[in-house]
């Protein structure tokens, strides 16, 4: 399988795809997505820089502390 090039294989904007996709089930949070849904839903918005974007992922998802199952 390739993973770049020019004709066919995991090219252009499929690789990102999937990565992006990845991500999502890992539970990491998609800066690159965010920006693009930003600019296409909600354009003259302002946007989270990066660090701001990761942290506020981080407490939404740990706000009520850490998980644990015993």
Same mark, same amino acid.
Request: hydrophobic share 35%.
């Given at each position: 399988?390739?993973?770049? &090039? %020019?004709?066919?294989?995991? !090219? &252009?904007? %499929?690789?990102?795809? /999937?990565?992006? @996709?990845?991500? +999502?089930?890992?539970?990491?949070?998609? =800066?690159?997505? =965010? *920006? +693009?849904?930003? #600019?296409? +839903?909600?354009? &003259?918005?302002?946007? *989270?820089?990066?660090?701001? /974007? /990761?942290? !506020?992922?981080?407490? #939404? +998802? =740990?706000?009520? &502390? @850490?998980?644990?199952?015993?």
């Amino acid at each position: 399988m390739r993973i770049s &090039g %020019r004709e066919g294989g995991w !090219a &252009g904007g %499929r690789w990102e795809d /999937f990565l992006c @996709a990845f991500k +999502r089930v890992c539970g990491m949070p998609d =800066y690159a997505g =965010y *920006l +693009r849904h930003m #600019a296409e +839903r909600h354009p &003259g918005t302002p946007v *989270l820089n990066e660090r701001d /974007f /990761f942290e !506020a992922h981080v407490t #939404a +998802r =740990y706000a009520n &502390g @850490a998980s644990r199952c015993c």
